[in-house]
Structures are given as structure tokens and as C-alpha cells.
């Protein structure tokens, strides 16, 4: 049995089910709507919220474009976190000041024996990505790749499926989400001014814009780059005022 287990682990655990997408494929509108719930905060997401990838199809949304990378696992293959969070490269850090760029774990057979909380904790804790509890596997049956675990599925800004593989390492997943953000271009870059990111320049960036400055809330990196109008590292009064000139100049 335990000799079972052990080829099981290294080599995947495979399935009956065939994955529905193929490379090139588009992901319908159905399954880019299909809500799952966040059982690890990531991506502005927290604990027991929703989430969709029709949510970052920046086609329907805002024109907020983005680059999605998503592992398949299960809890008790727990090596195989490694290459989003541990010492081969913390992945999901490299991207973490591109909001365009959007990590997400699918993970089933919670508590067998990790359970969500463990795992996002393996092995050096905190993370970008949502971790998602996928009980009925479908995601896995969505996206698997050979039957396996892991499997990896790369999806682009126009909600394509990039690329589809399992057991890749850190250089590979990367070289592919470098890829899709040169393809994605302009539609996947921060535009200096649009500091609520949403894709268009108007007077809710300036609300935003003067909240930060009076100190009444927190901009992410992002937002520090998009609201410093004039490039001098400081959010003030006259990055306001070059903000209105180029909105009304739209």
C-alpha cells in the first residue's frame, strides 16, 4: 500500500474524467462564470468570498486586462507547492507588483491531510493566490492535463487556453506568463492616471486619487505608480491638478 501511494504521489493520481478544454480553445461564458469560493485570501479576495474568471476578462470588465496562471492540486501532494511559494523561486512574488498578472491554486481532497490553511502556509506562508476549494473537481475536470496532478493550465487576456501541462517547473511557467503579457501588450500594462484601475481615465481616479493624498486611505503599489502623475515618488496636490488636465483633455 504504501509503495501504491508513494508512485501515486510522484508520478499524479489519474482520473477518468477528460478535460473538456484543449489548447486554443476559449473558455465559455458558462464556466467563466462559474463562482468558486476562496478558502485562502489572494488577489483581493478574502476567506469565503466568490470568485469567477469572468472577473478578470477585461473584455466585460472595465477593460482590465489580465493573465491568469492556475494549478491543480490536491492536499495531500504537498511538494508540489513549492513552485508558487517556496524556495525555487516564490513564483507568485516575482508578479507581484503586476496586477495583471493572477495566480490561482484549485485544490481539492481538503483536510486528506492538509487542510486550506495548512497548505497556503507551505511552505513559508502567505501568498497572492487564491486558493480555491474545488469538492467536485471542477476545475480539475475543466482543466486537467493527462489525468494528473498536478496539472497547470495558462489562460489569456482574451480568456484562451495558452497552454495546458502538468509536473512544469518555475523557468517554464514563467517563460509562458511572459509570453501572454507580450501578446496582452498595452491591454495589460498600468496607465499612468487610471489609479482605481478600471481601464478608463475619469473623475472616480481623482476621487481616489485625493483620498490617498489626504490620507484617508492606503494606495497599493499599483496605485502609486498610476497616481504619481509627475514621476517624483510622492502622491501630492499638483499630481491632482495634472490629473484634471488630462481627464478633461479625454
Same mark, same amino acid.
Given at each position: 500500500?504504501?509503495?501504491?501511494?508513494?508512485?501515486?504521489?510522484?508520478?499524479?493520481?489519474?482520473?477518468?474524467?477528460?478535460?473538456?478544454?484543449?489548447?486554443?480553445?476559449?473558455?465559455?461564458?458558462?464556466?467563466? %462564470?462559474?463562482?468558486?469560493?476562496?478558502?485562502?485570501?489572494?488577489?483581493?479576495?478574502?476567506?469565503?468570498? $466568490?470568485?469567477?474568471?469572468?472577473?478578470?476578462?477585461?473584455?466585460?470588465?472595465?477593460?482590465?486586462?489580465?493573465?491568469?496562471?492556475?494549478?491543480?492540486?490536491?492536499?495531500?501532494?504537498?511538494?508540489?507547492?513549492?513552485?508558487?511559494?517556496?524556495?525555487?523561486?516564490?513564483?507568485?512574488?516575482?508578479?507581484?507588483?503586476?496586477?495583471? &498578472?493572477?495566480?490561482?491554486?484549485?485544490?481539492?481532497?481538503?483536510?486528506?491531510?492538509?487542510?486550506?490553511?495548512?497548505? $497556503?502556509?507551505?511552505?513559508?506562508?502567505?501568498?497572492?493566490?487564491?486558493?480555491?476549494?474545488?469538492?467536485?473537481?471542477?476545475?480539475? %475536470?475543466?482543466?486537467?492535463?493527462? %489525468?494528473?496532478?498536478?496539472?497547470?493550465?495558462?489562460?489569456?487576456?482574451?480568456?484562451?487556453?495558452?497552454?495546458?501541462?502538468?509536473?512544469?517547473?518555475?523557468?517554464?511557467?514563467?517563460?509562458?506568463?511572459?509570453?501572454?503579457?507580450?501578446?496582452?501588450?498595452?491591454?495589460?500594462?498600468? &496607465?499612468?492616471?487610471?489609479?482605481?484601475?478600471?481601464?478608463?481615465?475619469? &473623475?472616480?481616479?481623482?476621487?481616489?486619487?485625493?483620498?490617498?493624498?489626504?490620507?484617508?486611505?492606503?494606495?497599493?503599489?499599483?496605485?502609486?505608480?498610476? $497616481?504619481?502623475? %509627475?514621476?517624483?515618488?510622492?502622491?501630492?496636490?499638483?499630481?491632482?491638478?495634472?490629473?484634471?488636465?488630462?481627464?478633461?483633455?479625454?
Amino acid at each position: 500500500m504504501k509503495k501504491l501511494l508513494l508512485i501515486t504521489i510522484l508520478f499524479g493520481a489519474v482520473y477518468s474524467q477528460v478535460s473538456f478544454y484543449e489548447v486554443g480553445d476559449i473558455v465559455t461564458e458558462n464556466h467563466q %462564470n462559474l463562482i468558486k469560493s476562496t478558502c485562502h485570501a489572494g488577489n483581493g479576495y478574502e476567506i469565503g468570498d $466568490g470568485w469567477k474568471l469572468a472577473d478578470w476578462n477585461g473584455a466585460t470588465h472595465g477593460g482590465h486586462y489580465n493573465v491568469i496562471f492556475m494549478d491543480i492540486q490536491t492536499t495531500w501532494c504537498p511538494p508540489w507547492v513549492w513552485w508558487t511559494e517556496g524556495p525555487e523561486g516564490s513564483l507568485h512574488q516575482d508578479y507581484a507588483d503586476n496586477d495583471h &498578472v493572477k495566480f490561482i491554486t484549485a485544490i481539492f481532497d481538503i483536510n486528506q491531510p492538509y487542510s486550506c490553511a495548512e497548505w $497556503g502556509d507551505l511552505p513559508e506562508g502567505g501568498g497572492t493566490q487564491i486558493i480555491d476549494d474545488d469538492p467536485n473537481y471542477e476545475i480539475f %475536470n475543466l482543466f486537467e492535463s493527462e %489525468n494528473a496532478i498536478p496539472s497547470t493550465v495558462w489562460i489569456d487576456h482574451e480568456m484562451r487556453v495558452y497552454d495546458m501541462q502538468n509536473n512544469m517547473n518555475n523557468f517554464y511557467i514563467q517563460a509562458r506568463i511572459n509570453e501572454m503579457l507580450d501578446d496582452c501588450g498595452n491591454l495589460c500594462q498600468l &496607465v499612468v492616471g487610471d489609479v482605481n484601475n478600471d481601464g478608463e481615465l475619469n &473623475v472616480v481616479d481623482l476621487v481616489v486619487l485625493v483620498e490617498f493624498i489626504v490620507g484617508w486611505s492606503e494606495p497599493t503599489e499599483d496605485q502609486l505608480y498610476t $497616481g504619481d502623475m %509627475n514621476a517624483d515618488g510622492d502622491l501630492n496636490v499638483l499630481d491632482a491638478v495634472l490629473l484634471v488636465d488630462v481627464i478633461l483633455a479625454e
